[in-house]
């Protein structure tokens, strides 16, 4: 069973899908860091 | 008894789409790692159709097959489709059939999103070759896609664009899942450091992913807005600087070089313990020896540039940075062979693929320490040394890792044993023509022969032709590989679930082939 389709009332299964879901948004969050930031601080701000 | 009969039923009111709609809609980490291993290996051949139609224009000097404007798109089109669409993608390939196997997890984590991360690919394909054939044809300014020739160039160039864009978001997604499915579904027991090799190299080199591929989006953002909304973050004619591009390019490119070698890392470290018969030497070393490249990756980027004029200090700290990663690949290289070290060693094609990497990717390893030297880089900058060197590397290196790979798990995969003698003709033809192909352009590097050229002086005939029949042979010696593959699919020898004697992981521990869903109930790790 996938993280998709964890049931979230199975207490463990549940806090590892929400474990999985922090993760992810985690590194989304580093990856459009790295987008936004590349182009602000080496583009605009030189 | 009765949770069999329930576990049966449930199966049985699945309804999985059969033909091509399984395809399309699967969500399975087995079937979607297929795919891109089959999408891998046809744009493995066709940049190797692009390198034989360079390797034919250089058979002899002067101007036979093709125009110098194609030459220049063969060129980056070889270097962007084998660099995006044939290593990248087989290690990713590999990613999905072996991490939920090795760490006794049901599947990645992100199922869906691993359907959509794969069909991402197909289309940033298909732009990058339809480019040929729009108006002033594929982008000609080097997979590096340096300015101001990519400000420069036509339709071709905003094609490329877009499907960088399309593969970076599909690596990035991929990664969130590795990572996600590394951290989060490992089978009780099995602690960070208890993950084979292979989960570790992956870990690592997807955090480098997650890193860097927003880099490379953002850079080619930037070309396509001064391209078309009159922007200048690289054009000089609007205050831009070039070099900025180059910088910000490399910030990716070097850590990019790693993404495609940690994997063959991991991948090679599986391979040696098992035809030595022996655990593999100094794991906790080789953890901290990928993690301490992974981090030097991201302060070398400049020893791609000593030709731009930079401060000698700043060419101190980046030749120093770069030679700094001779000690933790040394480290690697040392436990591979400690490893073998009085071990049980047998040769099957697996073994010879690994052992075959190490001698000829430690050639590429000691020609990068070579052009770490500022002094000596000064000299060979875009010569046929550098295209040497990281041939050495990334054919060498990534591509024999990943057919030694291949041969490794390719029972698990099919359920049959691959028929060993083709698989060692592939081995040896692929070795020798390899050979035969790139230790020349060392030569011709050390000569003064610039790179991307599609005529030269004609001092550099000899080993030009020699260079160009090598590829001949080289490319030849592929399609053994492909017969090998059908021929394990379509039958063969049982594979037992074991596959090897010796060999070690949960991976060994499904049935041969490994069924459509494992470890739905996760296995104990001690």
Redesign the interface.
């Known amino acids: 069973m996938t993280v998709d389709r964890m049931p979230m009332k199975e207490t463990q299964a549940g806090s590892r899908r929400s474990a999985a879901w922090r993760t992810a948004l985690v590194l989304g969050s580093i990856a459009a860091a790295f987008f936004i930031g590349i182009i602000v601080k080496k583009g605009l701000l030189g | 008894m009765e949770a069999a009969h329930a576990h049966d039923a449930a199966h049985a009111h699945d309804h999985h789409p059969t033909g091509l709609m399984r395809w399309i809609t699967t969500?399975n980490h087995k079937d979607i790692g297929s795919m891109y291993l089959w999408f891998s290996l046809m744009m493995f051949f066709v940049g190797g159709v692009l390198a034989l139609g360079i390797r034919s224009e250089l058979f002899q000097p002067g101007l036979q097959v093709v125009s110098p404007e194609l030459f220049n798109q063969l060129t980056t089109m070889h270097g962007l489709i084998m660099v995006f669409g044939a290593i990248m993608p087989a290690f990713v390939g590999f990613a999905n059939w072996q991490i939920p196997l090795m760490i006794g997890a049901?599947?990645?984590?992100?199922?869906?999103?691993n359907n959509w991360s794969f069909w991402l690919l197909p289309p940033a394909a298909l732009l990058l070759v339809a480019s040929f054939f729009v108006p002033g044809g594929a982008t000609a300014a080097g997979w590096t896609l340096y300015v101001p020739l990519s400000i420069q160039m036509g339709m071709g160039m905003d094609l490329a664009i877009f499907a960088v864009h399309i593969m970076g978001i599909s690596s990035?997604m991929g990664?969130?899942?590795i990572?996600?499915t590394v951290?989060?579904?490992r089978a009780p027991g099995m602690t960070l450091m208890k993950m084979p090799m292979f989960v570790w190299t992956w870990l690592i080199t997807a955090y480098l992913l997650?890193?860097?591929?927003?880099?490379l989006?953002?850079?080619v953002?930037?070309i396509l807005t001064d391209r078309h909304f009159g922007t200048s973050?690289f054009n000089a004619a609007g205050g831009g600087?070039p070099i900025?591009y180059q910088?910000?390019f490399w910030?990716f490119g070097h850590p990019e070089v790693y993404i495609m070698i940690l994997p063959a890392f991991g991948i090679i470290s599986e391979v040696i313990p098992t035809f030595a018969r022996k655990p593999l030497f100094g794991y906790t070393s080789m953890v901290y020896a990928v993690a301490s490249i992974a981090i030097l990756s991201f302060i070398v980027w400049a020893h791609h540039m000593f030709t731009t004029g930079m401060p000698v200090a700043a060419q101190l700290f980046f030749m120093y940075a770069t030679m700094l990663i001779a000690i933790p690949t040394g480290v690697k290289v040392f436990n591979w062979v400690s490893t073998m070290w009085r071990g049980s060693l047998t040769f099957e094609t697996p073994m010879l693929f690994a052992v075959g990497f190490l001698f000829v990717f430690t050639i590429g390893g000691f020609t990068g320490v070579i052009c770490a030297i500022a002094p000596v880089d000064i000299q060979i900058q875009e010569t046929y040394y550098i295209v040497a060197h990281f041939h050495y590397v990334l054919v060498a290196g990534s591509l024999f890792a990943l057919f030694a790979g291949t041969y490794y798990w390719l029972p698990k995969w099919t359920g049959h044993m691959y028929d060993e003698t083709l698989g060692k003709v592939h081995f040896w033809g692929s070795m020798i023509f390899f050979n035969i192909t790139f230790f020349p352009m060392h030569f011709l590097g050390l000569a003064g022969m610039p790179r991307r050229i599609p005529d030269y002086a004609l001092q550099f005939a000899d080993f030009n032709h020699i260079a160009s029949i090598g590829a001949f042979g080289f490319g030849l010696s592929q399609l053994v590989f492909v017969w090998v593959v059908l021929k394990s699919i379509q039958g063969g020898r049982k594979a037992t679930d074991e596959v090897w004697e010796g060999a070690e992981g949960l991976e060994w521990r499904v049935p041969s082939p490994a069924p459509l869903h494992t470890w739905?109930e996760a296995p104990v790790v001690k």
């Open positions: 969500t049901p599947d990645m984590a992100f199922a869906r999103m990035i990664s969130i899942n990572v996600t951290l989060n579904l997650i890193a860097v591929m927003p880099v989006a953002g850079a953002t930037m973050f600087d900025l910088h910000v910030f739905e």
